[in-house]
C-alpha cells in the first residue's frame, strides 16, 4: 500500500458509499463469453430485415429467403432477384441443383428457377398444384431430381419432365406431410407427419415409425435424421436421443434445427443454441431475445444468422469471444478504452465512464474498481499489487480507492528511483510512489521546477511545462521518455534534456511507446506512422509505404515476435523479424468499429472498443482468407460477349464495360479494386468495392489486356485478365494500305502517262498551231494576191500612172511590213489588226475600178490599241468575201466590216453583197476549185486556238437572202470573249 488512510467509521454517508459498491460489485453479471456477432440491416442496405431462409451456393454467394422475394449478397452489395411472374413475394426454402441452377419456394404454390437473374415459375411444380389442386408443403432437389411434398402426396421429377406419385396417404390418416429431407449418401428420403416419419428408399416406402405428436421440422446431422417441434415445450431429437430444453428455452418458439458443418444449432424465438451433440445438451445461447430462422455457414468460415425480425447477423468465428456486461443502467457504457493483464492474470478494462472491470479468463465477472469520476479511464496500470488508474489507485481485488482527489493524466510509468512518471494536461513530471514527499532524483532539485500536487501536498518534480500525452521508462539507459503535444523529449538523471526528431527535422507527435527486449523504443505517431528509436535517434520508420493502414497511429502493444497497431482505419500486426506489415483485422469483421486499445499476452489478443471487448487467439490473425473474385459480363457497345478467349472486335465495337464480382464477407467491403488497360494506359487504378464494373468508351484500335485485382489489406488476389483486339478501319489496315499503295502508284503512273500525252498533244497542238499561224501567213501573202497587186502596179506604170502605182506599191509594202510582223504573235491589237485589213481592202479595190466599196466600223470611245484578239483571224474572213462573194457579182459591190461589243464579248461581223455561198461554190465546181486554202487555214486555227488557250472563238455564218430567197450575200459574225 502506498500510504496509510484514515479510519474508516460508519457513518450514514460511508454507509451509503459501501452500499453503492455492493450494487456495483453484485449488479455486475458477465452474460458468459459470447462469439462476436455483427448486425447486418438496411444501413448496410439489406432490403428486408424480415428473413426466412438463408442458403449459400456454390460459388460462395450468399442468399436470403424475404418476405419481399430472393436477395443475394456478396459482402458489399445486395440484389433482389426479379420475379417473371409470381403470386406472392416471400420466398424460403433456397436450394441448389447439381447444375447450379438456384430452386426457392413461396408461400403461395410456387417454385421457383433462378435463369438469367430472373426466377421463373417451374412448369411441372404447376401443373402439380394447379391442375391437380394440391397445396405445396415442402420441397428437397437430390442428384438432379426433385422431390415434392402435398399435403397427402409425395412427387418426385427429373428437371424437364413429368412428375411421378410416390405415395399418397389413405383417407383414413387424420395428419398430413410437414417436412421432408434427402440423404445422398443413403440414398433415403425422410418425410414426416404430426405422429410418423416414413423413410423411402428409391421411391419405395422402407420404413414408417411412430413419434410423438407435434409439428416436426426434420434436419440431418452426421447421417442422423433429427427434429424439433415448431411449437413450445417440446424436446428436440437428434437420432434415437431426446435433448431437454433448458429453462431458457421453455415456454419458447422453436423454429428449427440447422446442420451447420460439424454442429448442430437450434434456431428459437429466444436465441440461438449449439447442441452438445457428445453429452446431449443444449449449450449457452446467444442473440437473446431475437427471433432466429436459420443459421448457415458460408466458404469463409462465417456463419450468417437471420431473423424474423431484425435482420441478418454474422458470426465470423466462433473463437472471438465477446463480453457483454449488463451494469444496472445508471453505470452502463458500451464504450470502453483501455484493456490489460493484471499481475493476477485476470483482465482490467476500462470504460469512458470513470469505472475498470476485472474479470477472470473464463470471462467471469470479478469486480468492478469505480473512480467515482464520470470520466473516461484514460490509462490502467499496476505496481506490485496496486491498479493505478486516472483516477486514483487501488489495492487489486479491494474496489475502495485508495486515492482521492487526484488526476494523473494519460499515462504513468514507474521508474526504478521509487517515482512515478506521469503525463498531466499541463505538465510531465516525477512524484513519489508514496505521493508523499519528494521524488527521489539524483540531480539536484534546482535542476527542475518543483510544485505541489494533489489533496495530500504532493511534491512533483516537472520536466517542462507543456501538455503530455503519454511517457515511458527506459529501464536499459535509464532514461525518461515524454511525449508532448509539440514534440519527443528525453531525460536522464543528469538533468540533461534531447529533442528526438524525424530524420526530415519535423516533430514526433507520439500517442504510445512501448520498449522491445533488445532496449529499442517504438512509439506510435499522430502524423507520421510507427518510428523505431536507438540512442535517441530514429532507424526505422513504418507508415503507409510499407503497408501500414494510416499514419495516424492511435495505440500500439508489443510482443516478442510483433507490434500490435491501431490506428484511425484498421489494426495492423508488424512482423519485427520479417518487417512487414499485415492487416491484423481481416479475420476479424470489426469494421466500423472503434478501438480504442489493445492488449497481447502469449497467446490472446484483447481489444477494447466502443462496441464491446473481445479476444481471441492470435492464430486467427494469421490467417489469411482472400476474396473470391471473377469477371461477370463482357460487353461491347452495349451486348454480352464471351471472353474466355481473346477477342477480335471491329473498329466501331470500341465502347468496352467489363462487369466483375468480389465475394468477401469478413472485410464487410474494406477492399478496393486495382485495374488497368494495358496499351491504353499501364498506370494501375483504384475503386472501392461497391463498384461492379469499369466502362472505357471510344477505344482507339489496338491490342488491349485488361488486368484487374483486388487488394485487401496488404494482400492481392491473383490478377484476372481479359485480352481483345479492336481492329483498325479496313482503310487503315495494312492490307488496305498495301492495295493503296499500290493503286497510287498505278495511278500516278497513269497520271504521268496522262501528263505525259498531254504535254505530247499539247505540244503538238502547238506545233499545229504555230504551223496554223504559217499557214495563214501564207493565206495572207499567196502568189495570186502578190501577182494582182504587181500587175496592178505594172499596169499604172504602163499607163503612165507613176503616182498612183508609187501609192499602190507603198501600201503594198506596209500591208507586207505589218503581216511579217504579226507572224510570230499568237496575238494583236485591235488596232493593228484593222489596220492591216484595212491596207488589204485599199489594195483589192484598186482591181475592182470604182463599183466596189467598203466601209469599216468600230465602237465609240473605246481604245483599240488596248484589247488584243488572236492573230490572223479577221483578214482570212474578209479574203474569202471578196475572193468568193464580190469578185463574181455584177454591178456594185459593197464591204462592211464593223467590230462591236455585245455583253463583255467582241462581236466581228464581215457583211458582202456578193453572190452568197451557194452560187460560188457552183462556180468553184465548174472551174474545178475546191474550197480556198484560206477558208481552211482559218477553220483549223480558230479549232486550235478553242483547244490551246483560254479563249472561246465562235464563228456564225448568215446567207443573206430576199423574200423570194434569192441571195444578197454573206454575213459573218466572229465572237471572241474581251480579255484583260
Known sequence: MFFTLPNFELNSKKIATFLVVAFLFLGLSLQAQQPLTRKISFLEGLPSEVIYDLFVASDGLLYLGTDKGLITYD??????????????????????????????????????????????????????????????????????????????????????????LVYSLQKNEADGFLSMVYDNHLRKLYVSTASRILTFLDDKLIDLSEEKNGFKILELFRGQVCYNHRSMNYDCVVGDRKIELTDDLKNIFLNRLSSVGNSLWLCSNNGLYEIDVANFKFKEGFLKEKRITDIVKDHEGNSWISTLDEGLYLMPNKEIKSFNFDLAKEYSNKNYTRITKGPNGNYFIGTSNGKIIEINTKGEKVLVYNTQSDNTIEFVSFSGNQLLTTYGFFTIGNPTMITKNIYLGKGIVEDDQGNFLFA???????????????????????????????????????????RAKCVLFDRYERKYYVAYIDGLYVYDNLGNEIVIKLPDNKEIIASEMVQDAEGSVWISTLQNGVVKIQNERVVQ?????????SNNCRRMEIDEKSLWIVTDNGFDLFDLKARKVKNAALNLCIKGITINDVFVDNKTVGLATNQGVYYFDKDI?????????????FFVNGKKLPYNQDLVLTHDQNNINIKFSTIHFKSLGDYTYEY?????????????????????????????????????????????????????????????????????????????????IKTKKSQELREQLALSQLTALRSQMNPHFMFNVLNAVQGLIYSNQKNRATDYLGKFSDLMRKILDSSDKNEVTIEKEFETIDLYVSLEKAR?????????????????????IPSMIIQPFVENAIKHGLMHKEGPKRLEIKAEILNDIWCFTIDDNGIGRKASEVINQKIKKHISFATKAIENRVKLINKTTDVTIDIETIDKKSKLEEPLGTRIKIYIPITE
Not at 532524483?441 to 511545462?465: A, C, H, W
Not at 520508420?541 to 493502414?549: A, C, D, E, P, Q
Not at 466596189?852 to 484589247?867: A, R
Request: glycine share 6%.
Open 621 to 633: 490473425v494469421e490467417d489469411e482468407n482472400l476474396p473470391q473474385f471473377d469477371f461477370t459480363g
Open 424 to 466: 498531466n494536461s499541463n505538465f510531465a513530471g516525477l512524484i513519489a510512489k508514496s505521493l508523499n514527499g519528494m521524488p527521489n532524483f539524483e540531480k539536484p532539485l534546482s535542476k527542475y521546477k518543483m510544485i505541489s500536487y494533489g489533496k495530500y501536498d504532493n511534491q512533483v518534480l516537472t520536466f517542462r511545462d507543456k
Open 75 to 164: 459482402g458489399v452489395n445486395f440484389k433482389q432477384i426479379k420475379y417473371k411472374d409470381n403470386l406472392g413475394n416471400a420466398i424460403n426454402s433456397i436450394q441448389q441443383d447439381r447444375d447450379g441452377v438456384i430452386w426457392c419456394k413461396n408461400f403461395a404454390n410456387q417454385l421457383f428457377t433462378l435463369k438469367n437473374e430472373l426466377l421463373e415459375e417451374n412448369a411441372v411444380a404447376k401443373s402439380i398444384f394447379h391442375k391437380q389442386g394440391e397445396n405445396f408443403v415442402d420441397y428437397v432437389i437430390s442428384n438432379g431430381k426433385v422431390w415434392i411434398i402435398t399435403q397427402n402426396k409425395i412427387f418426385t421429377f427429373y428437371r424437364g419432365q413429368h412428375p411421378k
Open 848 to 868: 475592182f475600178e470604182d463599183d466596189f466599196e467598203y466601209k469599216i466600223s468600230f465602237p465609240e470611245n473605246v481604245d483599240l490599241s488596248q484589247h488584243t
Open 541 to 549: 520508420r513504418i507508415t503507409t509505404k510499407n503497408g501500414l493502414s
Open 676 to 756: 488497368r488497360l494495358k496499351t491504353y494506359d499501364d498506370t494501375w487504378y483504384s475503386q472501392p468495392s461497391k463498384t461492379n464494373n469499369i466502362n472505357y468508351l471510344a477505344l482507339n484500335p489496338g491490342k488491349y489486356k485488361f488486368e484487374i485485382r483486388v487488394k485487401i489489406g496488404d494482400n492481392y488476389t491473383n490478377t484476372r485478365e481479359i485480352n481483345f483486339i479492336i481492329n483498325k478501319p479496313f482503310w487503315l489496315q495494312y492490307w488496305f494500305m498495301g492495295l493503296s499503295f499500290l493503286g497510287l502508284l498505278a495511278l500516278l503512273l497513269l497520271v504521268y502517262r496522262w501528263a505525259e
